[in-house]
């Protein structure tokens, strides 16, 4: 099992930025591609970033695509979401998640095996 707690959300302008981060604790975290997805309200569960085991390779989607940097501390056992330039469209619940290494890294939700909580996300207009 692989515990994972986000943290890092909150209420930010159009324009502003958000750092969040995701704690790991159980299984050997660096085991474990990671990845970021959220869901607003009404809507499906949308993949947002992943990254590797040893952090060398990376995916965006493309409404994050440079605006955003995901990033892993496996000494600290934590990844993080850089959010640049948001939007009021990026208002969600950001999740981040567990998974098997893959390649190409998977953007499927159903790929993952372990889920956190989640971390709210408003951006104002």
């Known amino acids: 099992q692989v515990q994972l707690v986000e943290a890092g959300g909150g209420l930010v302008q159009a324009g502003g930025s958000l750092r969040l981060s995701c704690a790991a604790s159980?299984?050997?975290?660096?085991?474990?591609?990671m990845g970021w997805f959220r869901q607003a309200p009404g809507k499906e569960r949308e993949f947002v970033a992943a990254i590797s085991w040893s952090g060398g390779r990376v995916s965006y989607a493309d409404f994050v695509k440079g605006r955003s940097t995901i990033s892993r501390d496996n000494a600290k056992n934590t990844v993080y979401l850089q959010m640049n330039s948001l939007k009021p469209e990026d208002t969600a619940l950001y999740y981040c998640?567990?998974?098997?290494?893959?390649?190409?890294?998977?953007?499927?939700?159903?790929?993952?095996?372990?889920w956190g909580p989640g971390t709210q996300v408003t951006v104002s207009s």
């Open positions: 998640a567990a998974g098997r290494e893959s390649y190409p890294l998977d953007v499927d939700y159903a790929a993952y095996d372990y």
């Open positions: 159980g299984r050997t975290f660096r085991n474990y591609a």
